[in-house]
């Protein structure tokens, strides 16, 4: 029986978002040693893939009965050249990074390998048929295919809304954009986004409430304005044993005044956990299944359109920690490091994508270009690193 299961609301406008903010993928990256294979890696993902269908689903359909359905086509593996690339941000990187994928044609997923010193290899998932948590289980497959293991595999049809029904019956109202931005008013109108990666020797703890607080003080440098974070939480975690390649990842929110500390933010977290808020899916978002795809990508514009002019949004950022990702190896290659490029979008002021090594974390910026000219996401990010504390305080930050 082919896999197919039903596109949700949220990938329905992932669909959409991938038209008006390209590329809207997710981008995870091994850095490491050794060399590679290039016949290793075909046949691994070729079998990690057959384990995990959702790595090669297509939309089919365009009405609220549009679904995922397998294609059985194997996501393509592709050498490029990076060796004049630091990694740090978007200038000088390979073309394939900048080009998105195709929801309808496929594929839905990429394996690209890139030469230079470090080596690095970049697994490309459009964030439509798979979050990063999903695309970080194909990922594990394909490296233990490559060491010549079985894969584990992963079929699993539930949606997000059906995951968030079986421990919450609560919903909840649409966001009043309200919020400031931590870097001040949008300014110019180039479109896009732009992205930043910058690594913190030392190990951290409580993140997300150090990085909050020190966003809301930046913000508040240039207005007064009320600020909150929106903080993606993985409901996998509610379904024992559950694997599963898409996009089960929902939102808590946390407002923060000029008396929070980090602290508090960590409270609140685990209170909202606590009383399952993970789980509350917006009353909003059930119709946008039933919206044609034109509709929904003119309302979308608009929305951009509009934060573009007034400098308010539904949050002020979003802060995703990925915790420890494993430093996989196999099939000649080493894996010494990893980190991800979020997927571009204009419709949050920030997005940070946090993840930690043995001794390091990782910070992985990307923000509009209207909040990010003349250099304040620059200054913001020294901002943060002279603000973060390490659990080691006599860590050097660089």
């Known amino acids: 029986m082919v896999y197919s299961r039903q596109l949700s609301s949220t990938e329905r406008a992932y669909v959409v978002y991938n038209e008006c903010c390209p590329p809207f993928l997710n981008q995870l990256f091994w850095e490491g040693t050794g060399y590679f294979d290039l016949p290793k890696w075909r046949e691994a993902v070729k079998i990690a893939s057959e384990a995990n269908p959702g790595s090669r689903v297509v939309v089919k359909g365009i009405t609220a009965l549009a679904r995922l359905v397998d294609t059985g086509k194997i996501p393509p593996v592709i050498e490029v050249d990076g060796s004049s690339w630091d990694g740090l941000g978007p200038e ?31 697994f490309r998932t459009m964030h439509a048929t798979m979050d990063g948590r999903g695309t970080v289980t194909w990922v594990e497959d394909i490296f ?103 996009n ?54 608009s929305n951009i359109a509009t934060k573009n002019r007034t400098g308010r949004y539904p949050n002020s950022g979003v802060l995703t920690n990925m915790g420890r990702i494993p430093v996989y190896s196999g099939g000649g290659f080493e894996g010494k490091y990893t980190w991800g490029i979020p997927p571009g979008q204009e419709y949050s002021p920030i997005f940070i994508g946090m993840c930690n090594g043995d001794d390091d974390m990782t910070l992985i910026y990307s923000m509009p270009n209207v909040l990010a000219s003349r250099e304040r996401l620059e200054t913001l990010m020294e901002h943060i690193q002279q603000g973060l504390i390490a659990s080691n305080t006599d860590a050097k930050k660089g």
């Open 92 to 122: 000088g990187a390979p073309a394939r990074l900048r080009e998105t994928l195709n929801p309808f044609e496929g594929p839905t997923s990429e394996v690209v390998l890139i030469h230079g010193n470090p080596l690095r290899v970049v």
């Open 248 to 301: 089960l990842t929902n939102l808590i929110y946390a407002e923060i005044s000029p008396s929070t500390t980090p602290a508090d933010v960590s409270k609140d977290i685990k209170r909202q956990l606590e009383a399952r808020h993970d789980g509350m899916i917006y009353w909003g978002d059930r119709p946008i299944r039933f919206l044609p795809l034109w509709m929904l990508k003119k309302f979308i514009v």
């Open 144 to 246: 233990r295919c490559l060491r010549g293991e079985d894969p584990l595999g992963s079929d699993s049809r539930i949606t997000e809304f059906e995951i968030a029904a079986t421990f919450q019956k609560k919903g909840r109202k649409g966001p009043v954009p309200e919020f400031i931005a931590p870097t001040g008013m949008p300014q110019g109108d180039q479109p896009g986004v732009i992205w930043r990666r910058r690594r913190y020797p030392g190990r951290y703890s409580n993140v997300i409430g150090q990085v909050a607080i020190l966003l809301a003080r930046e913000a508040w440098r240039y207005q007064e304005g009320k600020f909150r974070v929106a903080i993606p939480v993985d409901m996998r975690a509610r379904v024992e044993g559950l694997r599963s390649t898409g």
